[in-house]
């Protein structure tokens, strides 16, 4: 199983090998090892907005109509 | 057709992220909430524009941010039609950083409700609603992304989640 990362980021095997792509080619084990600390994330979610001074909404002048 | 009724004349949806990267389509596509007359284009000053957003990450067991994604919907409001009302002349979406670790996808969409008017008859004030949704997934794993907000024409929001 994998305990490394490589410098790009991808995890690597056992053999210092890069996983490859293709789920299909993972072992069961490396499967699991991927799911459990790899995959799997903890998530941050952080709001950001601005917020203005609500304007005034002036009624429509409806005699300038055509 | 009448100022009173507020309606998108722009997109009702588009991608915002696909296959992890920013989707041209964000460079080109608006929404808005403008009052249902031909010359809709002729609302004055408009104010803004302002924004809300969300910054998301997502580390992984082994420390590795694996995904750090921030957006903003962005809009102007307070333009006026004859003198009166509150529209939102242009609203639009950006993705200020989105990076995605190897076998992480990201897919996020932008979709616009039907505006309506918050206000009165004399004095329209737009409602904007859009969704933001999509999803982070691995091979796997995968989880659902979505944000409502609502957007008033006075400049004023709500996020419903």
Redesign the interface.
Known sequence: MSQH?GQ????LRHDGTP?P?D?SQWTDAE?EY?????????????????????????????S??A | MSWEHVINAAQLAWKVIEDGKPSAEISTNTCNAVPDVSDWHSLTDAQGPTWVGRKLKWENYLGIDVVDLHFRVHWEYGARYRGGGAYIPNCWITVIKCDVAWGFDVSLNMHVHNPTNAGDERAPKARLPITVSGSVSSPLTSQTLNWDYILFGDGDHESLH
């Open positions: 990362i790009d980021g991808v995890p996983f792509a789920s499967k991927l799911e459990t600390y790899y995959f799997g994330t903890r998530e941050h979610v952080e709001s950001d907005g601005q917020t203005v001074a609500a304007v005034d909404v002036p009624e429509i002048d409806g300038a109509i």
